[in-house]
Structure formats: structure tokens, C-alpha cells
């Protein structure tokens, strides 16, 4: 049974700051896997995708990084700003289905 | 497009009554999925749908029904509600790339 963790699970950095969070899962066999973003009270968001073949994404100041064999990502935030303070999941997507299995989530608070 | 339509947004329900959470979406997309997260917890996928008539259970299924008579519409049934079942509930759709397309959730307390 899949499983993904995610390391650590609450964050407080001061503004400026460079960070990586950190997810692993147990069964490699995945199409992908993808990193969100939650705002309090909200939806989620998508910010990166890493096709099983790839081994990094970029967006503006984020990069998320992936080691199948290892079972880990990393999602990499450049310069963090006050507003990038958010709860982000990492999912993988399993099998023919196309299911999501979500991580616990890392909270972070970007501090002025 | 509106994306993924999730009603209602909020609701109160007593031990035992029972409830649809609408799910809709203009996308055109064959897969859609019923997600719950609990506090401080990840997602957790309840039932799964990959087209018309055709649905499936996921982690999580006891105490819910789903039905999809339509590609646009997945709506979620819980029945005899239980405080347990207290928890935001997400729909989303599987998009080209499997990019995946969430609605805003509804928020669900049993009392």
C-alpha cells in the first residue's frame, strides 16, 4: 500500500529565506507526482507536476525535484515571501485510475 | 469554464439525517473523484468515477454513495450522518497531462 510522508510538518521561516520541503512515498511504481498548494479555508491548488520520467519541474521561484528510486521530492522555494505562507501536499498518482494519495501536508509561515 | 463546481459550501447536519453534496464540472473530463480531508490531515479519496455509470470505491467508502449518470455531475450521499463524517469534502477532475482540477470544497459538520 502506497504511503507519502511529508517532512517537516510545520515550518516558520523569516522572509527572504531559502527552503526545501520534503516528501517520500514507499511504492515507486507511479505515474507522478504533484505538489499543491492550500490556503486556509480553500481549495487546492496545482503548482507543479513531475511525470515519472522527469526528474525536475520549474515555476518561477519554485522547483520540485524527483528520485523514483528513492521514493522522495523535494519542492525547492527560492527567496520565500510572506505570501507563499500556505500548506503545501505533495500526491502521488497511482495506476490506471489515476488516484491521488496525498501527504499529511508541511505548514509554512513565511515571518516579515 | 467554471472549472469544478462543488455545493453547498457550508452545512449543519444532526446525527442521522442524510445529504447530497453536489459536484459538477464543464470541463469535459471523463475522471472525477470525492476526496475528505480532516484537520491537519491529508486528502483521503472516498469514491472515484472514470465516466458515466461507471464508479468505484476508494480509501474510505463506508457511510457515503456516489452516482454518475452524467459526464458533468458526481454528486456524494452520505447517509445516517455520524460525527466522524465531520470533515471537508473535495471534488476533483482529472484534466490532460492529469493535471488535476479541484473544487473550492464544502465544509461538512455533524452534530
Known amino acids: 500500500k502506497q504511503e507519502v510522508t511529508q517532512i517537516p510538518a510545520a515550518l516558520s521561516v523569516p522572509e527572504g529565506e531559502n527552503l526545501v520541503l520534503n516528501c517520500s512515498f514507499t511504492d515507486s511504481a507511479i505515474y507522478n507526482l504533484q505538489w499543491f498548494r492550500q490556503d486556509p479555508g480553500k481549495g487546492l491548488t496545482s503548482l507543479l507536476l513531475?511525470?515519472?520520467?522527469?526528474r525536475e519541474q520549474t515555476s518561477g521561484r519554485l522547483n520540485a525535484s524527483l528520485d523514483k528510486s528513492s521514493g522522495r521530492s523535494t519542492l525547492y522555494i527560492a527567496a520565500s515571501q510572506p505570501g507563499d505562507s500556505a500548506t503545501y501536499l505533495c500526491?502521488?498518482?497511482?495506476?490506471?485510475?489515476?488516484?491521488?494519495?496525498f501527504g499529511s501536508g508541511t505548514r509554512l509561515l513565511v515571518r516579515p | 469554464n467554471a472549472g469544478v463546481t462543488q455545493t453547498p459550501k457550508f452545512r449543519i447536519l444532526k446525527i442521522g439525517q442524510s445529504m447530497t453534496l453536489q459536484c459538477t464540472q464543464d470541463?469535459?473530463?471523463?475522471?472525477m473523484y470525492w476526496y475528505r480531508q480532516d484537520p491537519g490531515m491529508g486528502l483521503k479519496l472516498i469514491y472515484y468515477s472514470v465516466g458515466a455509470g461507471i464508479t468505484d470505491k476508494g480509501e474510505v467508502p463506508n457511510g457515503y454513495n456516489v452516482s454518475r449518470s452524467t459526464t458533468e455531475d458526481f454528486p456524494l450521499r452520505l447517509e445516517l450522518a455520524a460525527p466522524s463524517q465531520t470533515s471537508v469534502y473535495f471534488c476533483?477532475?482529472?484534466?490532460?497531462?492529469?493535471?488535476?482540477?479541484f473544487g473550492e470544497g464544502s465544509w461538512l459538520t455533524v452534530v
Open positions: 476533483a477532475s482529472r484534466g490532460p497531462g492529469n493535471t488535476i482540477y
Open positions: 513531475i511525470q515519472s520520467s522527469q
Open positions: 500526491a502521488v498518482m497511482m495506476d490506471s485510475s489515476y488516484k491521488l494519495i
Open positions: 470541463m469535459n473530463h471523463n475522471y
